[in-house]
Nanobody
C-alpha cells in the first residue's frame, strides 16, 4: 500500500522559511515522480514542484522559481521542499503526491498524502 506522509507545515511570517518533508513507502521510490501540489483557500489545486526520481529532473511552477527547492533522499525514501522567502500567497494546504506517469499536475497524480498546512502571515 502506497503511503505518503507529509510534515513540516506551520505558521510563519512573510520572508521566513519552512521545509516540508514527505516520507514515502509502499512502492519503488527510485522509479517514479514525486511532488508537491498545493491548494489555497477557495482555489483549485496547483502543481508546485516535482522531481522525477529516475532522471532527477525538477519542475517548478513560475511563482516559486528561485524561492523553493525540491530534493530527495533515496536512503530515507523522503522528498523535501525547501521554501524560502515565503509570501502570503503561498498559504495553502500542501500535498505530497506520486505520479506513475511523470506528471506534475493535480489530475496526473496517482496517490496523495493527507496534506500539511502552510500559513504565511503578512
Amino acid at each position: 500500500e502506497v503511503q505518503l506522509v507529509e510534515s513540516g507545515g506551520g505558521l510563519v511570517q512573510a520572508g521566513e522559511s519552512l521545509r516540508l518533508s514527505c516520507a514515502a513507502s509502499g512502492f519503488s521510490f527510485g522509479e517514479y515522480t514525486l511532488g508537491w501540489i498545493r491548494q489555497a483557500p477557495g482555489k483549485g489545486r496547483e502543481g508546485v514542484s516535482c522531481i522525477s526520481t529516475p532522471s532527477g529532473r525538477k519542475y517548478y511552477t513560475d511563482s516559486v522559481k528561485g524561492r523553493f527547492t525540491i530534493s530527495r533522499d533515496n536512503a530515507k525514501n523522503t522528498v523535501y521542499l525547501r521554501m524560502n522567502s515565503l509570501k502570503a500567497e503561498d498559504t495553502a494546504d500542501y500535498y505530497c503526491a506520486l505520479s506513475y506517469g511523470d506528471s506534475c499536475v493535480s489530475s496526473g497524480m496517482d496517490n496523495w498524502g493527507k496534506g500539511t498546512l502552510v500559513t504565511v502571515s503578512s
